[in-house]
């Protein structure tokens, strides 16, 4: 996450999107919830080290399907689906 600060820092005009995910264990609310939690911790973080909030959206996006990077079936493909994504988001503005 240092490494994004430090981005951040050399392209004051990028904004993000940070992006939390979960695995399928446990009920979809709680996984939406968990999912924004560690999205808003980065964005809290990127905050705490000079980044302007203004410049990032942190968003949840539980255990959907589509996101999963790896099979839920196994500890390690769980580990690897709870994750946080940081893509940018002037691509949007364009």
Same mark, same amino acid.
Do not use: C, H
């Given at each position: @996450?240092?490494? @994004? @600060?430090?981005?951040?820092? !050399?392209?004051?005009?990028?904004?993000?999107?940070?992006?939390?995910?979960?695995?399928?264990?446990? &009920?979809?609310?709680s996984n *939406?919830? *968990? &999912?924004?939690?560690?999205?808003?911790?980065?964005?809290?973080?990127? $905050?705490?080290?000079?980044?302007?909030? &203004?410049?990032? $959206? !942190?968003?949840?996006?539980?255990? *959907?399907? =589509?996101?999963?990077? /790896?099979?839920? /079936?196994?500890?390690?493909?769980?580990?690897?689906?709870?994750?946080?994504? $940081?893509? &940018?988001?002037?691509?949007?503005? =364009?």
């Amino acid at each position: @996450v240092d490494s @994004v @600060v430090e981005t951040m820092r !050399a392209y004051p005009e990028t904004k993000i999107n940070i992006n939390g995910f979960t695995d399928s264990q446990g &009920s979809r609310a709680s996984n *939406l919830e *968990l &999912s924004q939690k560690r999205a808003n911790a980065v964005r809290q973080y990127l $905050i705490d080290n000079g980044i302007d909030g &203004s410049r990032m $959206i !942190a968003n949840g996006f539980g255990e *959907l399907p =589509e996101y999963f990077i /790896a099979d839920n /079936a196994t500890a390690e493909g769980r580990w690897e689906n709870r994750r946080v994504e $940081i893509e &940018s988001a002037n691509a949007e503005e =364009e």
